[in-house]
Structure formats: C-alpha cells, structure tokens
C-alpha cells in the first residue's frame, strides 16, 4: 500500500496514474488494505509539496467515487482528520501561479470533508446512490420521512463544491485539471439530486404545515441562488471542455421564479383554511379514482370543482442550462389559466445569460394580488384533468458523459 500511494502522490505535476489508482481501487474491498492505504494518505496530506497534498485528496476522491464507496466513508468518519489540511503552506514555490494552490487544496479538502459530513448524517453518498428506477432518493422521499432535512444537508453539500473556485486561467495543468473534473462529474449528480427534490418540495407545498411550508422557501430561495452559480460553474467546464477530456451534457431544472408566489400562498392569512380545502379535495380526487370503474353521472360531473394541485406539471416547466430560454408554453388542448398555479403574477422568463430577462404580464385584475385565490374557489378541471396528469417529464440527465480521446485514469 505504501508504495501505491506514494507512487500515486509523487511530488510530479501530473495526474495520478492510473495502475497506481487502480491497486488503491481495489484496497477499498479489504477493511485492513482500506485502513492502511488511507493511514500513508494521511502522511503524504502532511507534506508541504503542492502537488502531493493535491493529489493525495485526488487520490481520496477517485476512491469513493470507484471503490468500495460505504467502506471508504465509514473509515473517513471514524477518523477525519485524515483530511485535515489546516496546517498546509505550499512551501514549493513563492510567486507565480503556485501560490494559489494553498487556497485550491483547503477548499478541495472541505469539500471532501462535507462529503463524509454528509455521509455521517445520512448515510447517504448522493453522488453515488441510486434508486433501481433511476431516479433520486429526494424525488421520492415523504416529507415525513425527512424530504426537507436531506435536500438542506445537499444543499449544504454542492455549497462546498461550488466554493472551489480553482477554475480560473491558472487551471493549466493536470492536477488542478483533474480535480476540477471529479468536482464537475461530482456536481452534475448532485445538480440532478437536487433538482428532483425541489420538485418534490414544491409538489407538496400546498399540504405542509406553515412550518414546514416556511423552510420550504428558505429551501426554494437557496436553490434559487445556487442554479445561477451552478449554471456559471458548467459554463466554466464548457469552455474547458477539451482540456478536460469531457463534455458537459444540457442539463434541465425546475422553474426559478415563483419565489412571491411561494411566499404569498405561506403569508396569507387563509393558510390553514386554504390548506384545508385542498387536503379535503385531494381527498375526494382519489376517491373518485378508484370509483372510475362506476357509472359516471355526467351532469354531477360537470358541476363539480375541484381544487389544482398547482404543482401537477412543475417538471414540464424547467429551464434548459445552456438550451435556449423556455417559454413554458403548454399544449394548445391545455387552458394556461387551468394548468400555471402562478398565473396571478408577473411571470418572468429566466434566460441565464441573458441580461434582459423577458417579462410577461399575466391578465389579471389589479387586486387579485394571490395566485392561489381562484384556485382555492374551486374551477372546473373535469375537462383537463387527465391530460395535466398524465404529463411525464423525461429525466433531463439521463444523456452520457462523453469523453474524448483524452488519457483519463477516470
């Protein structure tokens, strides 16, 4: 083991190769192998060599991306401070491009250390897990069942990937390259986690209690945020895509501009009775779906209303990253007012780069000012109901990665 990783980690401007990361990879399926393999880590972290402290955390990185994953962070937990970088100083060099790579390394090593921090809360690795279906845990996940709690602690996760800031013109050589690869195939994962559990935060919004409808919209306000610096970090890889040796797929996410719709329906003082009635119809909805069967009174049919679950087709209405701007229009069979929730305010058109976002002016009158109000009156959806549920989103990120020619050890 000792000679793996000091091969792995030698002081070398280069990628760590790959027969070396390949007798580290396979360490990770024997707990003693693990264990000792990590331990001359740690030592070659103590090093004042740049390089070495780089591509030791590489090192730590590609194994829980391609070994035993559990086995890896369960070792990083009972004992993290085999990340600890807090007393590194680049002694290599001191001008030039180098002395960035102190603050490279502490950021890269928080992020790994919020990798394992995560872990140990959830004992989920989000970069890793997967559902047999394909999908996230977070576009499943009841909200009793710790939906809000987990995509929180995911968020907190892609802020410490998104605080390695080591893309800039001085990333010309292959080890700060390949750092910033593993950080980008590392996000784009994390980006699709936290995609489908904001989607699955906002399906729910309307039957939350007013707490958690609250930390809802801190939750929505951040992801906010968070996608206008994703969007600038794959723009990054985008651009380097050669130097990279990958491509960096189009990738979609949920609509980010119903943050005063979000916060108006959680303010207004009808709340509770608001929540109510849409539970109270929820209800009815399903059970007039395992009625189906039965006779169907047309004239009760017409005459009924029923509350929108206003956020039915929220998957229809995401943004392409690097497509152009989308206009959400739904299908010529569909009423707009009848499938958007967020008809009752200024709608505003997210084109990331674009420095004048489009703005469209909903018709509604001055003093409707709540989105939900017509909503909570109850419309007739007898006549579209089965066209706005039966709207199925395809996965955005199921397109591959592609690599060119490239030499990779990953």
Same mark, same amino acid.
């Given at each position: &083991?000792?000679?793996?990783?000091? *091969?792995?980690?030698?002081?070398?401007?280069?990628?760590?190769?790959?027969?070396?990361?390949?007798?580290?990879?396979?360490?990770?399926?024997?707990?003693?192998?693990?264990?000792?393999?990590?331990?001359?880590?740690?030592?070659?972290?103590?090093?004042?060599?740049?390089?070495?402290?780089?591509?030791?955390?590489?090192?730590?990185?590609?194994? &829980?991306?391609?070994? +035993?994953?559990?086995?890896?962070? /369960?070792?990083?937990?009972?004992?993290?401070?085999?990340?600890?970088?807090?007393? %590194?100083?680049?002694?290599?060099?001191?001008?030039?491009?180098?002395?960035?790579?102190?603050? /490279?390394?502490?950021?890269? +090593?928080?992020?790994?250390?919020?990798?394992? +921090?995560?872990?140990?809360?959830?004992? =989920?690795?989000?970069?890793?897990?997967?559902?047999?279906?394909?999908?996230?845990?977070?576009?499943?996940?009841?909200?009793?069942?710790?939906?809000?709690?987990?995509?929180?602690?995911?968020?907190?996760?892609?802020?410490?990937?998104?605080?390695?800031?080591?893309?800039?013109?001085?990333?010309?050589?292959?080890?700060?390259?390949?750092? %910033?690869?593993?950080? =980008?195939?590392?996000?784009?994962?994390?980006?699709? +986690?936290?995609?489908?559990?904001?989607?699955?935060?906002?399906?729910?919004?309307?039957?939350?209690?007013?707490?958690?409808?609250?930390?809802?919209?801190?939750?929505?306000? *951040?992801?906010?945020?968070?996608?206008?610096?994703?969007?600038?970090?794959?723009?990054?890889?985008?651009?380097?895509?050669?130097?990279?040796?990958?491509?960096?797929?189009?990738?979609?996410?949920?609509?980010?501009?119903?943050?005063?719709?979000?916060?108006?329906?959680?303010?207004?003082?009808?709340?509770?009775?608001?929540?109510?009635?849409? *539970?109270?119809?929820?209800?009815?909805?399903?059970?007039?779906?395992?009625?189906?069967?039965?006779?169907?009174?047309?004239?009760?049919?017409?005459?009924?209303?029923?509350?929108?679950?206003?956020?039915?087709?929220?998957?229809?209405?995401?943004?392409?990253?690097?497509?152009?701007?989308?206009?959400?229009?739904?299908?010529?069979?569909?009423?707009?007012?009848?499938?958007?929730?967020?008809?009752?305010?200024?709608?505003?058109?997210?084109?990331?780069?674009?420095?004048?976002?489009?703005?469209?002016?909903?018709?509604?009158?001055?003093?409707?000012?709540?989105?939900?109000?017509?909503?909570?009156?109850?419309?007739? &959806?007898?006549?579209?109901?089965?066209?706005?549920?039966?709207?199925?989103?395809? /996965?955005?990120?199921?397109?591959?990665?592609?690599?060119?020619?490239?030499? /990779?050890?990953?």
């Amino acid at each position: &083991m000792e000679k793996a990783v000091r *091969k792995a980690t030698k002081p070398k401007c280069a990628a760590p190769k790959a027969k070396y990361l390949k007798v580290l990879i396979e360490a990770t399926s024997d707990e003693i192998a693990l264990t000792s393999a990590l331990r001359y880590l740690n030592h070659r972290i103590k090093e004042h060599s740049w390089t070495v402290v780089f591509k030791s955390l590489i090192v730590v990185h590609v194994l &829980m991306r391609k070994g +035993a994953n559990t086995r890896v962070l /369960n070792c990083l937990v009972r004992d993290p401070t085999i990340l600890n970088v807090s007393s %590194f100083r680049d002694k290599s060099g001191t001008q030039g491009r180098y002395t960035l790579q102190t603050k /490279n390394i502490h950021t890269y +090593a928080a992020y790994i250390e919020e990798k394992v +921090a995560v872990y140990r809360d959830l004992k =989920v690795d989000f970069v890793r897990e997967k559902l047999d279906n394909g999908e996230s845990r977070l576009r499943q996940l009841p909200v009793e069942k710790g939906l809000l709690r987990e995509v929180e602690i995911l968020q907190r996760q892609i802020a410490a990937l998104l605080n390695c800031k080591f893309f800039i013109d001085e990333v010309d050589n292959e080890v700060t390259l390949t750092a %910033f690869r593993l950080l =980008v195939e590392d996000l784009l994962t994390l980006f699709q +986690a936290t995609n489908e559990g904001v989607i699955n935060v906002l399906e729910h919004y309307i039957e939350m209690s007013r707490v958690d409808a609250k930390t809802s919209l801190q939750i929505y306000k *951040k992801y906010v945020q968070q996608t206008e610096k994703v969007v600038d970090y794959l723009s990054i890889a985008k651009r380097m895509r050669a130097a990279l040796g990958m491509s960096v797929p189009n990738l979609k996410h949920a609509p980010t501009s119903l943050t005063a719709t979000l916060e108006d329906y959680v303010n207004d003082p009808d709340f509770e009775e608001n929540r109510r009635k849409f *539970k109270l119809s929820k209800e009815d909805k399903n059970k007039d779906l395992k009625q189906d069967k039965q006779p169907v009174d047309s004239k009760n049919l017409s005459n009924k209303k029923e509350f929108i679950d206003f956020f039915s087709s929220i998957e229809q209405e995401q943004t392409l990253i690097f497509g152009p701007t989308q206009t959400y229009s739904p299908t010529s069979s569909l009423n707009r007012s009848v499938t958007n929730p967020f008809i009752g305010i200024q709608h505003q058109r997210i084109n990331e780069f674009s420095s004048q976002p489009q703005i469209i002016q909903s018709p509604v009158t001055p003093h409707d000012t709540n989105p939900f109000r017509s909503t909570i009156l109850g419309q007739d &959806m007898s006549s579209n109901r089965s066209s706005i549920l039966s709207s199925v989103q395809q /996965n955005p990120f199921q397109s591959p990665i592609s690599t060119s020619s490239y030499s /990779n050890p990953f």
